[in-house]
């Protein structure tokens, strides 16, 4: 893919020499200089592996053969719906690239710099709330795990054990995105050897059953479209809201497809490989619960391997609470982002606590938390739109900051509005009042991404097409 123009960079920008390797993150979320630009596209290629590799994408690919899907149905619903969803991450990538701002500034080119509070508000609430969820799922993972060797000390075991990995979680995140970027550097790649490892014998050992289904006739397709949701499309777009914070870093000589394939491929290999795996052994007839896929796979064995595989959620974790802060500043949060980071995790430790009371109310926190991201896809084909399509790929950033652009752009929050109905009306979620009338009607089918994405991007097209053609023409009027 040919990138459209960046923004004018200065002389001094252009010549300086490469950056030299930071350890401390002191940024916050003004644009970010090219002399700390030091991320290269094989660090963004870490990033997205290590969050992806992780025990949820397993549970996530067994869900094609828990709706009664064959395995060669699952496998193709799995590899052709994360071309789409890894894609539109890549491309929001590119955004931070180009930039050098973080995804809830950018927000404000669309939404306006009030405007753009309220998806930044809603962002900052989810990734404290998914490190909680994250968290929880390792610790029951680490019980177990403790347990099967023998190692038992009951609630205070289970206490000492969340406050290690709230302690490193949050020690990684609060030095910021350097420190981040270079755990995953010498942490995924041993990750990626054993699950390789894994792979390999999981599936020699294996009976594989590849066109066992029970879905027929209408009950299929309703089991693609949910399939396609949960680790098809709308894997890939669920990590948007956190791209550009991460490339933003990335130096701008280095190339925009560079980065595109770095973070679009970072996303889609481990999501398709871990989910296929998933699938494959829950065809087996284990079930899709991690641990018993992985014990039933290995026996003994599995163990050793069972604890690298936790590395997934807590790397995942780190880019929550990284995320988190920056949203924060973004809503208007005027702190340092280290402190900022320090009171997300401190809030994140609380709704662990919680979870840890209530098992139960874990899980439904957990269902709810995955129904809402419905908001994700219309903001995004808004974003793209606005990005793309009538902004052509060039932004004026300082307009994004101070007083310089609007406050409000409510034909943007229109349209947002209007898709985030559309994908409620064809969402088939976890808890039932994120069941919309449509998709009941329709055979408990989900569409949500979709409808969600056309409805809220087309208006914004259609809405504000003809005030981007009048700044352009000025623009070019002015050049003249």
Not at 229 to 237: E, Q, Y
Request: net charge neutral; hydrophobic share 50%; glycine share 10%.
């Amino acid at each position: 893919m040919n990138p459209a123009p960046r923004p004018l960079l200065s002389e001094t920008q252009e010549t300086e020499p490469a950056p030299m390797p930071q350890s401390f993150d002191a940024h916050g979320v003004e644009p970010i200089p090219e002399s700390s630009r030091d991320s290269s596209p094989k660090d963004q290629w870490w990033i997205w592996v290590g969050a992806n590799v992780a025990p949820i994408n397993w549970v996530l690919g067994a869900l094609g053969i828990t709706l009664g899907l064959t395995l060669v149905e699952t496998l193709i619903v799995i590899s052709l719906g994360n071309i789409v969803g890894c894609a539109v991450f890549g491309l929001f990538n590119l955004m931070g690239h180009r930039t050098g701002v973080n995804q809830m500034v950018l927000g404000r080119s669309a939404f306006g710099r009030k405007g753009a509070i309220i998806p930044g508000v809603v962002q900052g609430l989810l990734t404290m709330g998914w490190v909680g969820v994250n968290t929880w799922v390792v610790l029951d993972l680490a019980i177990a795990l403790l347990g099967k060797i023998g190692i038992h000390g009951g609630e205070g075991l289970k206490y000492t054990v969340a406050a290690v990995i709230m302690a490193a979680q949050l020690g990684l995140a609060v030095f910021g995105f350097y420190a981040i970027r270079t755990f995953e550097r010498w942490t995924v790649p041993a990750t990626v050897l054993v699950m390789a490892i894994m792979t390999v014998l999981s599936l020699t050992q294996a009976d594989l059953r590849w066109t066992s289904g029970t879905a027929t006739g209408a009950d299929r397709v309703t089991a693609i479209t949910q399939l396609v949701t949960a680790i098809g499309v709308g894997w890939g777009v669920s990590w948007v809201p956190y791209s550009a914070d991460y490339s933003r870093f990335v130096p701008s000589r280095c190339s925009g497809k560079s980065v595109f394939w770095a973070t679009a491929l970072g996303m889609y290999v481990p999501t398709v490989w871990l989910a296929a795996l998933g699938a494959c052994l829950a065809s087996t007839g284990q079930g899709g619960d991690p641990s018993e896929l992985v014990i039933g796979a290995f026996g003994a064995m599995a163990l050793p391997i069972l604890l690298l595989i936790m590395h997934g959620p807590v790397a995942t974790n780190i880019l929550n609470l990284y995320s988190c802060a920056l949203a924060a500043l973004s809503v208007g949060v005027r702190a340092a982002r280290w402190k900022v980071t320090l009171v997300a995790g401190a809030v994140a430790g609380v709704i662990l606590l919680v979870f840890m009371q209530s098992h139960s109310f874990a899980e439904s926190f957990d269902h709810w938390m995955t129904s809402i991201l419905v908001w994700i896809s219309p903001w995004a084909a808004v974003m793209l739109t606005e990005f793309f399509i009538l902004r052509r790929g060039r932004i004026d950033v300082s307009q994004l900051y101070g007083n310089h652009g609007p406050a409000w752009r409510w034909r943007a929050l229109l349209a947002l509005a209007a898709g985030i109905a559309a994908a409620w009306s064809w969402q088939y979620g976890l808890v039932p009042l994120m069941q919309g009338p449509l998709a009941r009607s329709m055979h408990d089918t989900d569409f949500s991404w979709l409808s969600g994405a056309v409805v809220a991007g087309g208006l914004h097209y259609l809405l504000t097409r003809q005030e981007h053609r009048s700044v352009l023409n000025k623009a070019a009027t002015d050049s003249d």
